[in-house]
Structure formats: structure tokens, C-alpha cells
């Protein structure tokens, strides 16, 4: 049996008493339920019921939680219980008031397997979509796809890249609320369903982190002339995005399920994506691009390097659930909504700063609640950052644009050299773990901030051998092409 070799901290069990009260409310209002039957559902007083949903009442006992987990056959992490090693959700009991036979319950518990079934086969999920789409957009061996202009023939410097801002843009044709949509909608009462996937991941499956936000819509983009790479944005939201995106995912997931295995379906059982059609239209649909980060920590001496790596925990995350990925990596987005965070944060290597700063460092998220724009200037690690980039010990690139083929959401591949002593300075007290997962290292490392070694037997097992998101895994087979590039262009 192959010997473990990657190795990631556990995060001890966490209660966030918080969100019980709203998602007993929630719980109540899409079943058609008052507190009596809530009371009567989980074998409480109903007084008790009452203190609950008012925040008289704070249930800390992890035992109650799951116990009101498996009653509501919801997954405990709902609940504010974050544990690696909860036993899976079983299905939903029958029940006088909510049995098999309630169209809402039925309906609800098929969308909550189906978004199980999603998020535990992402990977095989996206090696089916690949098939939907021409070879001549796929990206060697991974389940990302970009045509021509999106993926320069060589690593490009990150300030290289003009972004471009667009006041007006247009309207998003696909937005997840059209008829065709409706098998990944489900029944929220009798006769209505949810009017949006976003609002069914909400109340029926919600991670620890769900928010709103505003983020740059991608409205064009040419990556193939270094000298003249451009990219086009105007402003949306994140819950646009994963309307169309996730949404899209599911439906695949539904009908892999459902069919034949290891089969993919016939474009006639995948009516929205259907409706997307050319996943490069920019117009069709929103598409907001994420940034992920090669980060490779080069020593100087040998010129070896190793790179960080992530683990994104399912109790934590909305999207790319229980597989490895690259750190930093995060949507580009203003700090928050108002005029001058739009304007001020609309630069790439400011948003991966943003990003170092909150997943390794573990610092609060910089959201914009100050009242006034970020003092990049004046802020240590950035200044230290455009410091070491002036002096070439830190080199930022950019290997292309990609979109996951199961969700056809788009990422930016960049890469991030840092020289070994400037790594240590900065980086040198790096969280274990954040709030989306953990970081991993080489089972025979020292420290979390030792990473993975850089090479080709690593990179090659991590392609082959280990759960992976899509984008990470096309940048590392790129950087592995452009190794010599990128680790001695000084």
C-alpha cells in the first residue's frame, strides 16, 4: 500500500451557536411549520424551541446539534459544528409531519444528495464535462479549457497586464432563474421553488462562508501578446456567478447520478447548460474570475524550490470542497461595495496581497469596514512585498485564464517567486490552518511553511494521484514547463 506522503493540521471541533436560530426559522418557514411542530419534530419543549430562535437560549452541547442535525437531515457544519470526522449525514427519517411522501421534502432531500454526490466527485465530475467540450480548448491533462488568446505561450509579468474598466456592460443573458433551470431548483414550499440556486445553497446547504459580494465581471480578455495583455472588467456579484456556475455543476452531478456510470450525459439532459452554450461568451453569462497562486519558495542557493498547498474543508467552503489546491487563491473583488474600494482595489497583485495576508498569515479580512480605502502604501506587508519586487527577490507572473469545465467558472493562474530568506521573514510563521481549510506540507517536513518540494515526481503525483482543483492543477503543469523561466529570471 502506497505510503502516506502529504500531511495537513485537523481542525479541533468548532461550535458557532450563531446559526441555529436562523436555520431553525428557515427550517420551519420552508416545511410549513410552527413552533409546536418544530417543538413535537425534535422531541423539545417548545418554550425551549422559542429561546432558541430568539437567542435566549444557546445550545452548546455538541451532542444536541447533531442530534438536531440528523432529525432536520441537514449536515451538522449548518449548525456552526465544524469537525473533520463527522460521521456522513444520513437520509432523512420519516416523520409525521415532514415524511417521504411531503413533495417539499422529497424534492429538498434530492437536491441535498445531489449536492453531496457533487462535491464528493468533482474531479470525475469534471473529466465527464471535459468530453462535452472540443479538444481544441482543452489544456493538456487537466479538466480546465481556454481557446487561443486566453494562455500566452510564455509567463508573463504580472505588471505586464493592462486592466481595462468598463462603465457599462452587458446585460447578463443567463442568470440561473430561467425555466431551464428549474431541475436544480428545489421546492421550497408546496407549489414554489427556490428562485435561485444561491438561495437554495443558503437555507438547505450552507458553508461557513456564503457572502454576497461584489466582484469584477471578466468582459474580455487577450493573454497571447505579453506586450499587449489585456483584460476588460466591469462589477458584479459573487451569488451571479455561482447562480449559472454551480447550478451547472449540479445539473451534471443529477444526471451523472441518475444514468448510466462513468457515462456523460447527452447535452438533452443538461438543459442550462444548454442554455450557457459557448462557455467563452463573455456576455452570455457572469463570469467572475478568481485568482490562485503558484506561491514557490526558491532557494537561493540551489536554485530548488518548494510550493504551498491547501486543503479545502467542506464545512467551510461553498465551492472546490474536500480537495487540495494552491494558496493563495480567492475572487478578485473590491473590498467592499462603495465607489472608492471599486477604484483602489481594481489591480491583481493588490488582491493576491489581500489574499497572503488572510489565508497565511491569518490577519482579519481587509473588507473595507474602516470607512476609507486601504493604505496600501502604508500597509507593512505590502509595502515589504513592493520592496523585495523592486529588488527582484520576488517575481509575480501570469500563465493564462482558464474555466473549469464541470462549473465553467474562470481563474487567473499566477505564480509567485520568493527568494528563501524573504519567504522566511514574511511568511515564516504561517497559520496551519485558515478559514476555508489547512495547509499541507510533505509528510516529512518540519514546519507548514516548508511546503512541498517542487519537482517533477511531486508535481506529476499531485496531476495524477491526489484530488485536485482544476486551476491548481494547470498551473502546476505549466510552471513545471516554465520551471527554468520562472525560478532564474532575475
Not at 437567542?55 to 449548518?78: C, F, K, T, Y
Not at 497571447?224 to 452531478?253: I, M, N, R, V, W
Amino acid at each position: 500500500m502506497e505510503q502516506p506522503w502529504l500531511s495537513r493540521a485537523n481542525a479541533e471541533a468548532t461550535l458557532n451557536t450563531s446559526l441555529l436560530p436562523e436555520v431553525l426559522k428557515e427550517y420551519r418557514k420552508a416545511n410549513g411549520l410552527n413552533q409546536a411542530d418544530m417543538a413535537r419534530l425534535l422531541n423539545l419543549d417548545q418554550s425551549y424551541v422559542s429561546k432558541i430562535e430568539n437567542g435566549q437560549r444557546h445550545v452548546r452541547d455538541m451532542e444536541v446539534l447533531l442530534r438536531i442535525a440528523n432529525q432536520l437531515s441537514i449536515p451538522p457544519s449548518h449548525l456552526g459544528v465544524s469537525q473533520d470526522l463527522l460521521e456522513p449525514v444520513p437520509e432523512p427519517s420519516t416523520s409525521p409531519l415532514v415524511g417521504a411522501a411531503d413533495p417539499v421534502e422529497v424534492s429538498q432531500s434530492d437536491w441535498r444528495r445531489d449536492r453531496r454526490y457533487l462535491n464528493r466527485h468533482r474531479g470525475e465530475l469534471a473529466q465527464l464535462a471535459k468530453d462535452l467540450y472540443s479538444a481544441d480548448f482543452h489544456l493538456n491533462s487537466t479538466t480546465l479549457m481556454a481557446p487561443a488568446d486566453w494562455m500566452p505561450n510564455a509567463p508573463i509579468k504580472l505588471d505586464d497586464i493592462e486592466l481595462e474598466w468598463s462603465e457599462s456592460q452587458p446585460k447578463i443573458a443567463v442568470t440561473g432563474t430561467e425555466p431551464e433551470a428549474s431541475n436544480v431548483l428545489p421546492l421550497r414550499a408546496a407549489g414554489r421553488r427556490f428562485d435561485r440556486y444561491t438561495s437554495a445553497i443558503r437555507y438547505l446547504d450552507r458553508p461557513a462562508l456564503f457572502e454576497n459580494r461584489a466582484s469584477y465581471r471578466l468582459l474580455g480578455a487577450n493573454l497571447q501578446d505579453g506586450k499587449k495583455a489585456k483584460l476588460s472588467f466591469g462589477l458584479g456579484t459573487y451569488f451571479d456567478k455561482l447562480d449559472a456556475s454551480e447550478a451547472a455543476a449540479h445539473e451534471l452531478a443529477a444526471a451523472v447520478r441518475s444514468g448510466p456510470a462513468d457515462e456523460t450525459p447527452d447535452w438533452s439532459a443538461l438543459p442550462l447548460r444548454s442554455l450557457i452554450g459557448d462557455p467563452f461568451d463573455l456576455e452570455r453569462r457572469a463570469v467572475m474570475p478568481a485568482i490562485e497562486t503558484l506561491t514557490l519558495r526558491r532557494q537561493v542557493d540551489s536554485g530548488r524550490a518548494t510550493f504551498l498547498l491547501h486543503w479545502r474543508d467542506p464545512a467551510k467552503v461553498a465551492t472546490a470542497a474536500g480537495i487540495y489546491g494552491l494558496i493563495p487563491a480567492g475572487e478578485f473583488q473590491p473590498s467592499s461595495v462603495t465607489a472608492w474600494d471599486t477604484k483602489n482595489d481594481f489591480n491583481l497583485w493588490r488582491n493576491m496581497v489581500r489574499e497572503y495576508s488572510e489565508e497565511l498569515l491569518g490577519e482579519p479580512e481587509r473588507d473595507g469596514s474602516q470607512g476609507q480605502p486601504i493604505d496600501y502604501d502604508n500597509w507593512s506587508l505590502y509595502r515589504s512585498l513592493q520592496q523585495s519586487r523592486s529588488e527582484g527577490t520576488v517575481n509575480a507572473y501570469c500563465l493564462g485564464l482558464g474555466l473549469d469545465t464541470l462549473t465553467l467558472t474562470a481563474t487567473l493562474l499566477t505564480v509567485v517567486v520568493i527568494d528563501d530568506h524573504v519567504f522566511d521573514e514574511l511568511f515564516g510563521d504561517t497559520v496551519k490552518i485558515n478559514a476555508e481549510g489547512s495547509l499541507v506540507s510533505a509528510i516529512e517536513s518540519t514546519a507548514v511553511s516548508d511546503g512541498v518540494p517542487f519537482t517533477e515526481e511531486t508535481v506529476q503525483r499531485m496531476l495524477t494521484s491526489e484530488p485536485m482543483a482544476s486551476p491548481g492543477a494547470c498551473i502546476l503543469s505549466r510552471a513545471w514547463e516554465f520551471r527554468d523561466q520562472l525560478l532564474r529570471d532575475r
